[in-house]
């Protein structure tokens, strides 16, 4: 057989496979490696899970969809969107009693750092540590304790687009502090040579788990999700694919 023609029946039978499978959406709003690392390329741990996902359900083929995060509360509450959503947490969508939405278990862990430079080190301890400061976070981003701070008229927020500009903005003293997630700190620190100019404090700003929102309507596969997110833990896999993005 022509290895051309024996490439394209390859290519057709995997094109084929994808599309006997329901379709479902995964929107994801972090802009952040190692999260996304590059949209289009397709790079980043989002990606890889989302692969991940389609190699371990017959029934089901999800696609990575970017949405802003005011875009995507806008289409939630006029239940415009039909899927899930990657790597968030009820606390940020205001379902602490899980009754909006369905929720699988955590499928990763995360925190949320705050940095300064390492000429003006400063220690977090509680959100009132940080009265009188200017801090740097992401538009959008809702920071426990920090937020109602903010509206209290007791501290200033600058926000960035991209979680990674927090970095430039502490080198150009525009804000005293920024808060930026671990993984993204993790990465940052592996691409440049910065170790000796950040200061992170002991204390993070939280802890938290990255969850998967899955919409009222779509309950089978929360199901299944559940089901792949439970057993995440003994997967060996999986847990190097974590190792590799840290």
Known sequence: MNKYLFLLLIAYSGWAQAASKIPINVYVYHMQPPLVINLEDETGLYFEFTRYLNKLTARYHFEVVFLPRKRLDRMLSENRISGVVLGVNPT???DKAQTKYLWTAAFMHDRDEIISLNSNPFQYNKPASLEGMVIGGVRGFYY?????LVKAGK????????ELDLFPMLLKRRVDVAIIGRSAYGYMM???QWHDVFHLSTEPHDSFERRILVTKDRRALHQKLSEIV??????????QSLLNYQ
């Not at 501290?155 to 991209?162: I, L, N, Q, S």
């Not at 439970?230 to 847990?239: F, H, I, V």
Request: glycine letters at 4%; hydrophobic letters at 35%; proline letters at 3%.
């Open 144 to 148: 426990y304790g920090i937020n109602e």
């Open 230 to 239: 439970e057993k995440l833990p003994n997967d060996k896999l999986w847990q």
């Open 92 to 94: 940020w969508f205001k």
């Open 155 to 162: 501290a200033v927020r600058v926000d960035t687009v991209k």
């Open 190 to 192: 592996k691409e440049t």
